[in-house]
Structure formats: structure tokens, C-alpha cells
Nanobody
Framework: QVRLVESGGGLVQAGGSLRLSCVAS????????MGWHRQAPGEQRELVAHITNDGTTLYADSVKGRFTISRDVAKNTVYLQMNSLKPGDTAVYYCAGEIQSLGYLSDYWGQGTQVTVSS
């Protein structure tokens, strides 16, 4: 079984910073892609950023220049450094991974961590 566990969410004022972490554990062979999605109340879940196992990154236009995704392959951990936060960044942030486990390539999700940005 594969588990993704996020940490680092919280309440911050506009202009502040937060760093999210997500650790993958369990029985798996390889992690191909890890990333972050977010879902605000009443909105659809959207991609924030992802990073492949060769370090290639992709960002949503709304976070480019403010957020940085990074990955520690040896620790099976992905990070999201969020700077210059805006009230519009308020959402539940979910870690996601495309992971090879037991012969299958599947998508796994964490339970989510709340990020609230006050104005």
C-alpha cells in the first residue's frame, strides 16, 4: 500500500510564505511524478505544480514566480515553497504522485492540508 502524507499547511497573512512537504511511503518501485493540486471551496481541483523524476517542473500560470516545487528523490519527498501568498491561494492542497507499485502505474493522493491566506 502506498501512502502520501502532507504537512506544513496553516494560516498566514497575505504576502507571507509557507512550505508544504509530502512524503511517500509504502511498497512501491518508483515514483515518476510528484505534484501539488489545490481545491478552493466551490471550485474544481486544479494543478498547482508538478515535478518529474528528472527534475522537469510545470507550474500553473497563477503561481509562476511565487511558488517553487522541489523533490528529494532519496527521501521520497516533494516540497512546495509558497511565497508572496495571496488570499486567492486559500485552498486545500493535495499531494499527488504517479507511482509504480505491484506492477501497476497508478495515481495516489494525500489527504490534503489546509492553506488559508488572510488579507
Amino acid at each position: 500500500q502506498v501512502r502520501l502524507v502532507e504537512s506544513g499547511g496553516g494560516l498566514v497573512q497575505a504576502g507571507g510564505s509557507l512550505r508544504l512537504s509530502c512524503v511517500a511511503s509504502g511498497n512501491f518501485l518508483e515514483i515518476n511524478v510528484m505534484g501539488w493540486h489545490r481545491q478552493a471551496p466551490g471550485e474544481q481541483r486544479e494543478l498547482v505544480a508538478h515535478i518529474t523524476n528528472d527534475g522537469t517542473t510545470l507550474y500553473a500560470d497563477s503561481v509562476k514566480g511565487r511558488f517553487t516545487i522541489s523533490r528529494d528523490v532519496a527521501k521520497n519527498t516533494v516540497y512546495l515553497q509558497m511565497n508572496s501568498l495571496k488570499p486567492g491561494d486559500t485552498a486545500v492542497y493535495y499531494c499527488a504522485g504517479e507511482i509504480q507499485s505491484l506492477g501497476y502505474l497508478s495515481d495516489y493522493w494525500g489527504q490534503g492540508t489546509q492553506v488559508t491566506v488572510s488579507s
